[in-house]
């Protein structure tokens, strides 16, 4: 599904990303987990095509093709999908005509007629009512006087009805209190399938108690330095990063 | 950041499709102004003796007056000798009739434009008076408003047909010598609308004009007059364009609004003159002095505008709060994109006892676009009560646009509120790539973002039109983002 090979990146010249090496096959949950400033923010938005940033070096390779190729918009409706760590307000849009433009984009690019309002009002219903979000929610502008848990389960809204193959999480749990980190868990819990691969970037690994990861991968300076599975989270949350930082250097 | 501004730079691709040119044999005077000009145009026009002196008069006073300097715009110098006053087809020289006598190609002109004259083509609902040039061309519906008593004609028909109120009205909201483009206005204006409602009528459809310049190196002064006798409502809207010309043109129009007892107006403007290239050059110099006076009880006067057009646009549309309980409302949407630079706002004078009056102005500048607003609210001594409200927002895409406010406020009562609010945000590129991230292109989101900044104001317009304005704020914005 993705392959990532010595990925580098820099930001206004400074080197961020220094030889990622990544590979996530169909159906895996790949947890990145690494201190402040390792570059985890950094990768997710390198991956879903934000400007800003300079790839330098090495490749990424998406369903067979060269990732870089395609401009961010183009990578969302071939499948890549962001949930934001701080999603963005658009005052004065409407909450669902934005997701409905989301949506008929991709069917467009699927070469699929446009969802009309019935079918879409009827399935968006649906996947609300598993996020246990109010009705008002589609009504109201995007993100706009969201609180926090709200901003979160909107994102998790667009991810199930886009139905992305590659998902990346940014520091999803961040300003969640725990019953809306289990309702968010809930909903990426719902989405796993054997065809669609998460990318969950976390600094703690309490969201991992709630979306169980298949690999969990240590980012530091721009590396990453330490590869296994659940337990290595485990490991992380006792001794914390120092002692992992201080075996990479 | 500065990536972002590159690509702003390199995706200049607005679309003008408005800016193609008809080919149409006209009258048109050699260029110059003096009395002798006025004198053909008020002959031609079969005008009362009353009306040439009251051109006249103005014309004397406009001699002594200078152009405005005060406004945030820089102003090439005009050669006003230098401009023809009057063009018309030729075609139309009496007046059509009827739609069968219009000559073909100015109602393709219409179709082209999306306004269809016939009636069975035109939108329901919506009556059409289409001025092309000095000189109108066709009023649709007539025979429909007529029997509900409403009087909507060009305003030379009406000087003709019902001189009595135009002679009652004109010029008792904006007078003669207002202001230096109002003056001129009033020596040479050419064509235009003129609505009347009858008492206690509701007028049955919406009422709208259709402005076209054409010929070249001529300036449009056209003259509206709306009166709203007691209790009566009527919808007016208006929309404008212009060929896509090198050479700057002149449009300075005057608008009048009477509203009496219990009266409301509603006036929208679709502005979309042709806005010149992103260098500066050509474009409509749009000079208009708008102004209501709820002169009764009760009355109500909204204006809604969405300004995308014109090189440079100088306009404020005012109401004079007169009666008790009367209200103003002002609700616009500036775009100053390419090289389009806008001042624009409204002036709130409270005269009448427990008025009220809603300001919201949302500016969007782009490119190296300048947008100010300037609204005035003043509340005299003996208007008790008075109430204001002014939101002004500021929307700047990229880094070498503009946006400037400036309110003025003169309070002399007491008892008045009057609150102001004002932002200034950027389409951040958080907010881009928020919508790309989801699959929604740059132009789409774009649109979306400025679309959504100002739902406030575009909700007010009536349904077509809205459809309308959102269309063109898309349009107009198309390549100021790469």
């Known amino acids: 599904m993705l392959s990532i090979k010595d990925l580098r990146a820099s930001v206004d010249g400074k080197e961020i990303l220094k030889g990622i090496n990544l590979e996530i096959k169909p159906g895996e949950v790949h947890a990145i987990m690494g201190p402040n400033g390792s570059g985890k923010s950094t990768l997710s938005h390198v991956l879903s095509g934000r400007d800003g940033y300079e790839v330098t070096g090495g490749s990424v390779t998406y369903n067979g093709g060269d990732l870089f190729e395609l ?12 949930a934001f760590q701080y999603p963005v307000e658009i005052p004065g849009v409407n909450n669902m005509y934005f997701l409905k433009a989301a949506v008929n984009a991709k069917r467009e690019q699927e070469g699929k007629p446009e969802m009309d309002s019935m079918e879409f009002l009827t399935l968006v219903r649906e996947k609300m009512g598993l996020l246990k979000m109010k009705p008002d929610f589609l009504h109201r502008n995007v993100n706009e006087g969201f609180s926090g848990g709200e901003k979160k389960r909107n994102e998790i809204l667009q991810m199930a009805m886009l139905e992305p193959n590659l998902c990346l999480l940014d520091e999803t749990d961040s300003g969640l209190d725990i019953d809306a980190l289990q309702i968010v868990a809930e909903g990426v819990n719902a989405l796993r399938s054997p065809e669609r691969s998460f990318v969950v970037v976390t600094h703690y690994q ?12 240590v980012l530091a300076h721009g590396r990453i330095v330490k590869s296994g599975g659940r337990e290595l989270a485990l490991e992380l949350e006792e001794k914390g990063y120092g002692w992992i930082e201080e075996q990479a250097a | 950041m500065s990536s972002t501004a590159q690509e702003l730079d390199h995706l200049i691709g607005k679309e003008y499709k408005e800016g193609f040119v008809t080919d149409i044999e006209a009258e048109t005077f050699d260029p110059g102004l003096d009395e002798d000009v006025i004198r053909r145009l008020s002959a031609i026009k079969q005008e009362p003796e009353w009306l040439l002196e009251w051109r006249l008069e103005a014309f004397r006073h406009w001699q002594t007056m200078v152009g405005p300097d005060w406004a945030k715009l820089d102003v090439p110098p005009i050669d006003y000798q230098a401009l023809s006053y009057y063009s018309a087809p030729k075609s139309k020289k009496d007046g059509p009739k009827s739609l069968d006598e219009v000559d073909p190609k100015l109602l393709e002109t219409y179709e082209k434009l999306g306004i269809p004259l016939e009636e069975r083509a035109a939108l329901a609902g919506v009556a059409v008076d289409a001025v092309f040039d000095s000189v109108s061309v066709a009023t649709t519906f007539k025979d429909k408003l007529n029997e509900a008593g409403v009087i909507f004609c060009s305003f030379s028909e009406a000087v003709r047909e019902h001189p009595e109120l135009v002679r009652q009205y004109l010029g008792t909201v904006v007078p003669q010598g207002d202001n230096f483009f109002a003056a001129l206005n009033s020596a040479v204006f050419s064509d235009g609308s003129f609505i009347y409602i009858p008492k206690g009528t509701r007028c049955p459809m919406e009422l709208s004009t259709y402005f076209r310049i054409n ?25 404008c364009t212009a060929p896509r010309r090198d050479e700057n043109q002149l449009h300075a129009a005057v608008v009048e609004l009477v509203a009496l007892d219990n009266a409301q107006i509603k006036y929208s403007t679709v502005q979309n003159w042709y806005p010149g290239d992103e ?19 009760n009355s109500k006067v909204s204006w809604t505008q969405v300004e995308t057009g014109s090189a440079i646009t100088w306009k404020y549309p005012s109401c004079v709060l007169k009666g008790d309980n009367s209200v103003g409302e002002f609700y616009s949407v500036a775009l100053s994109t390419l090289k389009q630079q806008a001042d624009t706002g409204t002036k709130m004078i409270h005269i009448g006892k427990n008025t009220s009056s809603t300001i919201i102005s949302k500016g969007i500048s782009a490119m190296r676009g300048s947008n100010a607003y300037r609204g005035l609210v ?31 406020m003169e309070v002399a009562n007491p ?68």
């Open chain 2, 415 to 482: 008892t008045a509120q009057v609150e102001h609010e004002a932002t200034t945000s950027k389409i951040s590129d958080d907010q881009l790539f928020y919508c790309t991230s989801r699959g929604i292109s740059e132009e789409d989101a774009v649109s979306m973002i400025v679309n959504g900044f100002c739902k406030e104001v575009i909700k007010e317009l009536p349904m077509e039109f809205a459809v309308e304005a959102q269309k063109l704020l898309g349009v107009s914005l198309e390549g100021s983002v790469g």
């Open chain 1, 71 to 82: 401009e961010a918009h183009e990578r969302a409706r071939a499948g890549v999908f962001l």
């Open chain 2, 215 to 239: 010929a070249a190196n001529t300036g449009q002064f056209e003259r509206t007059l709306i009166v709203a006798d007691e209790g009566s409502y009527v919808s007016y809207l208006e929309g």
């Open chain 1, 206 to 217: 309490r969201l991992l108690d709630y979306i169980v990861p298949d690999f969990v991968h």
């Open chain 2, 378 to 408: 003043k509340v005299t001594k003996g208007a008790d009560n008075a109430r204001n409200y002014t939101q002004c927002d500021s929307l700047l895409m990229g880094d070498r646009c503009a946006a400037h406010t400036f309110p003025y």
């Open chain 2, 279 to 297: 260098n500066g050059k050509g474009g409509i110099y749009n000079f208009v002095t708008k102004r209501a006076e709820c002169r009764g009880v």
